[in-house]
């Protein structure tokens, strides 16, 4: 026998089902729509009659039953019906009075780890429901670059920019530079996760045009944060002058790569950007063009220390970027957000993630402390490199 509420039935709910099942006929002690109330203190997604049902249909599954008692121990009423020879429950459910209950009864009591469809998805439905399978990104050099006056004013004709698509992490802040607005859109009309239906490109196109209707064009929403939730690996965006998308995107996804990035990178959360923080480019700066010169040619030389797992190189073109941005962008990074990040005495180099004024910090630093947020990078595939026609 199992006990659970099983509202919002995912993959990872089937592969415990699975596993609890091949020890015997499975009997499922299922949690009444007040045991979601009480325990979780939110209303049930489906209804005790409809969760009932889903279960019931599952081939794995002999009978389901839903507990008049909504307490954590109420599946004791259960087992006393059913006498089981095996109480299984996943390793966040176990407690001790759970299995007293059992040891009272006379019944084995297992504890199965939390069991993933996928390696890197959700196992909660509370995690699911607040969208946790939409993934984020770190912008890690020039991440204004996909700013049409930007990309527009480099001696080269092309402004580039060093994105890293990552897994969704606890407790996200909005308000923080970290694509909070593109995900509540992605929300908005697809739901908990990113659609399969669309390559990546269109989908960012997509997603772009969503934020950016036609009323509300007086600002536009670039599209670092579109097209850097919907890809994988390490990204260098080329952007032609004067453009909203990249016309090229190379891509590096060899896991040596990822890995190594990812034992060097890690994020501090200084507080979410006050409303009343206006962050300015100044296109008028007498220095403007050169600045973004030198943030172009800093994700350039971004890539090329990604590419040769230069940590040296890769600090020294985050410096660049990072005070090229402040120099040019008014309230990017202001004297209180300054001394957060001097305060980080173990960094080699730091990185304010979207406009500024407050939020996530991207550090670079030899290890990763205990008080930092490591990023998990999204896979698959091997090293490509996309043209968009």
Request: hydrophobic share 40%.
């Given at each position: 026998?199992?006990?659970?509420?099983?509202?919002?039935?995912?993959?990872?709910?089937?592969?415990?089902?699975?596993?609890?099942?091949?020890?015997?006929?499975?009997?499922?002690?299922?949690?009444?729509?007040?045991?979601?109330?009480?325990?979780?203190?939110?209303?049930?997604?489906?209804?005790?009659?409809?969760?009932?049902?889903?279960?019931?249909?599952?081939?794995?599954?002999?009978?389901?039953?839903?507990?008049?008692?909504?307490?954590?121990?109420?599946?004791?009423?259960?087992?006393?019906?059913?006498?089981?020879?095996?109480?299984?429950?996943?390793?966040?459910?176990?407690?001790?009075?759970?299995?007293?209950?059992?040891?009272?009864?006379?019944?084995?009591?297992?504890?199965?780890?939390?069991?993933?469809?996928?390696?890197?998805?959700?196992?909660?439905?509370?995690?699911?429901?607040?969208?946790?399978?939409?993934?984020?990104?770190?912008?890690?050099?020039?991440?204004?670059?996909?700013?049409?006056?930007?990309?527009?004013?480099?001696?080269?004709?092309?402004?580039?920019?060093?994105?890293?698509?990552?897994?969704?992490?606890?407790?996200?802040?909005?308000?923080?530079?970290?694509?909070?607005?593109?995900?509540?859109?992605?929300?908005?009309?697809?739901?908990?996760?990113?659609?399969?239906?669309?390559?990546?490109?269109?989908?960012?196109?997509?997603?772009?045009?969503?934020?950016?209707?036609?009323?509300?064009?007086?600002?536009?929403?670039?599209?670092?944060?579109?097209?850097?939730?919907?890809?994988?690996?390490?990204?260098?965006?080329?952007?032609?002058?004067?453009?909203?998308?990249?016309?090229?995107?190379?891509?590096?996804?060899?896991?040596?790569?990822?890995?190594?990035?990812?034992?060097?990178?890690?994020?501090?959360?200084?507080?979410?950007?006050?409303?009343?923080?206006?962050?300015?480019?100044?296109?008028?700066?007498?220095?403007?063009?050169?600045?973004?010169?030198?943030?172009?040619?800093?994700?350039?030389?971004?890539?090329?220390?990604?590419?040769?797992?230069?940590?040296?190189?890769?600090?020294?073109?985050?410096?660049?970027?990072?005070?090229?941005?402040?120099?040019?962008?008014?309230?990017?990074?202001?004297?209180?957000?300054?001394?957060?990040?001097?305060?980080?005495?173990?960094?080699?180099?730091?990185?304010?993630?979207?406009?500024?004024?407050?939020?996530?910090?991207?550090?670079?630093?030899?290890?990763?402390?205990?008080?930092?947020?490591?990023?998990?990078?999204?896979?698959?595939?091997?090293c490509t490199t996309t043209v968009i026609p």
């Open positions: 026998m199992v006990a659970g509420c099983f509202d919002l039935l995912h993959a990872s709910h089937v592969v415990f089902l699975n596993k609890a099942a091949s020890l015997g006929d499975l009997y499922v002690s299922l949690g009444a729509d007040q045991s979601i109330v009480q325990q979780k203190n939110k209303q049930p997604t489906y209804s005790q009659a409809e969760r009932k049902f889903l279960l019931e249909n599952l081939r794995c599954v002999k009978w389901v039953d839903v507990v008049n008692d909504p307490s954590p121990l109420g599946f004791v009423e259960h087992l006393g019906l059913i006498r089981p020879d095996i109480f299984v429950i996943n390793e966040d459910g176990d407690a001790p009075e759970k299995r007293r209950a059992c040891v009272e009864h006379g019944i084995e009591y297992i504890v199965f780890p939390r069991d993933h469809f996928l390696a890197d998805a959700p196992t909660s439905s509370t995690a699911i429901a607040k969208g946790s399978y939409i993934p984020t990104r770190a912008s890690l050099c020039s991440g204004f670059m996909d700013n049409p006056r930007f990309n527009g004013a480099t001696p080269s004709g092309y402004g580039h920019l060093v994105v890293l698509p990552i897994e969704p992490f606890a407790a996200l802040r909005d308000r923080s530079g970290m694509a909070s607005s593109t995900i509540k859109t992605v929300r908005r009309f697809f739901g908990c996760q990113l659609p399969t239906l669309y390559p990546p490109d269109r989908l960012a196109e997509i997603i772009f045009c969503l934020e950016n209707p036609p009323d509300k064009r007086g600002y536009i929403s670039g599209t670092l944060d579109a097209r850097g939730i919907v890809g994988t690996g390490a990204n260098l965006f080329r952007y032609p002058a004067n453009a909203y998308f990249p016309d090229r995107i190379d891509v590096d996804k060899s896991e040596e790569t990822l890995k190594w990035l990812e034992s060097h990178l890690y994020l501090k959360h200084s507080w979410d950007r006050p409303a009343d923080c206006v962050v300015t480019v100044r296109s008028d700066h007498a220095q403007f063009a050169p600045h973004a010169e030198a943030l172009d040619q800093a994700s350039l030389d971004c890539w090329k220390a990604i590419q040769s797992q230069d940590l040296s190189g890769l600090a020294a073109a985050i410096n660049v970027s990072h005070r090229a941005q402040c120099e040019v962008v008014e309230n990017h990074c202001p004297a209180p957000l300054r001394g957060f990040i001097d305060k980080e005495a173990g960094a080699r180099a730091a990185m304010i993630m979207g406009a500024g004024g407050g939020g996530y910090v991207l550090f670079i630093a030899d290890r990763i402390p205990d008080a930092g947020i490591p990023i998990r990078i999204r896979r698959p595939d091997p």
